[in-house]
């Protein structure tokens, strides 16, 4: 069961939990990559798409859905953890969904977080996007500072892929994954706001009530750069996909 409604310009599903959220969301995904088999695909880390990432697993396993043509450009990564780190997110990916359907790891991008030219990569990585025309369907989850890949509170609208540093807040909500907080690094490489917001299509999914506030600024407030979400909504084809939790303050 779900409730819709648009708020501005965006639509907005609020589902009963996070196990139907992913759900809905894993459905967008497979109606699209069904539509278009080469479908270009921007994916997220975190938690909360690995119930969305199990429910695509499931539907490749089924034979209901199909990555063989399918391309990834993911948002972000760490600064200076290289792929085989367990806390990187090319590691994430891997784990949580390449290792586990058909798709050619070679379609799978992921920024590089060891780049000896951070400048020269990030330039690359817009570079490849625009090569292979640009994500049809960018995930995206939300930080509880309303930032969405690495583009912290501050980021301007116009902003591209870059090195940035972490805020605070963010440290602490991703220490969880460190085994202590002072490994989290305090630098990444991410998509900007700019990057995100030429998708063609995106879908956000946020869970959980340690999002209400985050959500409620997003979408209620005017688009501004301290809550870089707000800036979705500029976007003429954006999703939230949300739980009871996360709307609670809408
Ligand atoms: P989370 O992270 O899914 O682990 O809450 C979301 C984000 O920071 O974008």
């Known amino acids: 069961m779900a409730e819709i409604k648009k708020i501005g310009t965006i639509k907005v599903i609020i ?43 499931r539907m490749n396993k089924e034979g209901a ?10 948002l ?20 949580n969904l390449f290792d586990h359907i058909d798709i050619e790891k070679s379609n799978t991008l992921v920024p590089d977080g060891t780049s000896k030219k951070p400048e020269v990569s990030c330039k690359q990585y817009e570079e490849s996007i625009k090569k292979a025309n640009g994500v049809d369907l960018q995930l995206l989850g939300i930080g509880s500072n309303g930032h969405i890949a ?8 116009t902003s591209r892929t870059r090195v940035v540093d972490l805020k605070e807040n963010t440290i602490n909500d991703n220490a969880r994954f460190f ?11 991410t998509m900007g706001i700019g990057t995100i917001l030429e998708a063609k299509k995106i879908v956000l999914i946020a869970t ?3 999002k209400k506030n985050a959500v409620s600024k997003s979408l209620n407030g005017k688009p501004d750069t301290d809550i870089p979400a707000s800036f979705l909504q500029n976007h003429p084809d954006c999703t939230f996909i949300v739980d009871k939790e996360a709307s609670s303050q809408l």
């Open 179 to 189: 085994s202590n907080k002072s490994e989290v690094p305090k630098k990444a490489v």
């Open 76 to 95: 972000d990564e760490y600064l200076g953890l290289t792929g085989d780190h367990p806390q990187s997110y090319r590691y994430f990916m891997n784990k």
């Open 15 to 57: 589902c009963d939990d996070s196990k139907n959220a992913a759900k809905h969301g894993a459905e967008i995904f497979a109606e699209v990559i069904n539509k278009k088999p080469d479908v270009v695909l921007g994916l997220a880390t975190g938690s909360t798409p690995v119930e969305l990432y199990k429910e695509l697993i």
């Open 65 to 74: 859905l199909s990555f063989k043509r399918v391309k990834s450009f993911n």
């Open 208 to 210: 959980g009530a340690n």
């Open 150 to 157: 690495f583009n912290e509170p501050g980021s301007p609208l």
